[in-house]
């Protein structure tokens, strides 16, 4: 008769879990990307609802989320800090950068990461007016230093056009972290904001169906996340949120391996 004896047992139960663990420590590390513009909290209902859009993000269980259309202490928003707000609803770190005053507060764009911030800075940009907010990111035990690009381009192809050589600057002149720029660039793929930032960036929201805008019904992709340099990522999943109501655009997910710290940390050949 066979049996099994406790310690052949215990051998028995934990040799999967071993096996998962060290497959997971020779994994490269990933980040789950979330960009959302989220209409200063309103939905397709006309309703306000912060709740809601702190749900959307929370289904996605993301690492670093691009925010645009965020309120701040503004007369429309019934004075609520919809950044302070979201951050307190998700768990996550935020960092904010206005892009102008607005109904006796301020309206622009957000970011909320798990990683620590070691840096932010916001620049202005041409349009609205608009701006780019910038974020060094890192998290020691996993991920090398990054940088995280919250933006909203303009409407018009002019301005939008204009501050593609304002983020470009930036970007050149910080340290050569790697890079992840996202948001609503109000352009489509194939247009000339799109051809000219495909040219120094990859476009990890790629696909014939990645619909973003209108949420009800999309039939464009004007959301998009981007990566640089191309061979320091890899894009592992990538999809629209099916969420048609808690604002005027539908949210985006990408989720991004990065590789051993070392290889990371090497200056692109670009620069």
Request: charged letters at 15%; glycine letters at 8%.
């Given at each position: 008769m066979n049996t099994c004896t406790p310690l052949r047992l215990l051998r028995f139960l934990w040799l999967p879990l071993f096996l998962s663990a060290v497959a997971k420590a020779d994994s490269p590390p990933s980040l789950r990307i979330l960009s959302y513009n989220i209409h200063h909290g309103a939905g397709l209902d006309g309703k306000i609802d912060l709740e809601r859009i702190a749900r959307v993000i929370q289904s996605a269980s993301p690492d670093i989320v691009s925010l645009q259309e965020v309120d701040r202490k503004t007369k429309r928003s019934g004075g609520l800090d919809q950044a302070a707000r979201l951050a307190d609803l998700t768990g996550m770190n935020l960092v904010?950068?206005?892009?102008?005053?607005?109904?006796?507060?301020?309206?622009?764009?957000?970011?909320?990461?798990?990683?620590?911030?070691?840096?932010?800075?916001?620049?202005?940009?041409?349009?609205?007016?608009?701006s780019a907010l910038?974020?060094?990111l890192e998290e020691p035990d996993q991920f090398p230093r990054l940088h995280f690009i919250a933006t909203h381009l303009d409407v018009q192809g002019l301005?939008?056009?204009?501050?593609?050589?304002?983020?470009?600057?930036m970007i050149t002149t910080l340290?050569?972290?790697?890079?992840?720029?996202?948001?609503?660039?109000?352009?489509?793929?194939?247009?000339p904001t799109m051809t000219s930032l495909f040219e120094k960036w990859q476009n990890a929201?790629?696909?014939?169906?990645?619909?973003?805008s209108p949420a009800n019904q999309p039939t464009s992709q004007i959301d998009y996340i981007l990566i640089r340099?191309?061979?320091?990522?890899?894009?592992?999943?990538k999809k629209v949120l099916p969420e048609p109501l808690a604002s005027d655009h539908r949210p985006i997910l990408a989720v991004l391996e990065l590789p051993a710290r070392r290889a990371a940390e090497e200056p692109e050949k670009t620069r």
């Open positions: 904010f950068g206005s892009s102008m005053l607005y109904q006796g507060g301020q309206y622009g764009n957000a970011i909320l990461t798990k990683l620590k911030v070691v840096e932010s800075k916001t620049i202005p940009l041409p349009g609205e007016p608009r910038f974020a060094t301005p939008r056009q204009a501050s593609l050589p304002l983020i470009e600057k340290p050569p972290h790697p890079a992840i720029l996202a948001g609503d660039l109000n352009a489509t793929p194939d247009s929201t790629s696909g014939p169906d990645f619909f973003t340099p191309a061979k320091h990522w890899k894009v592992v999943q």
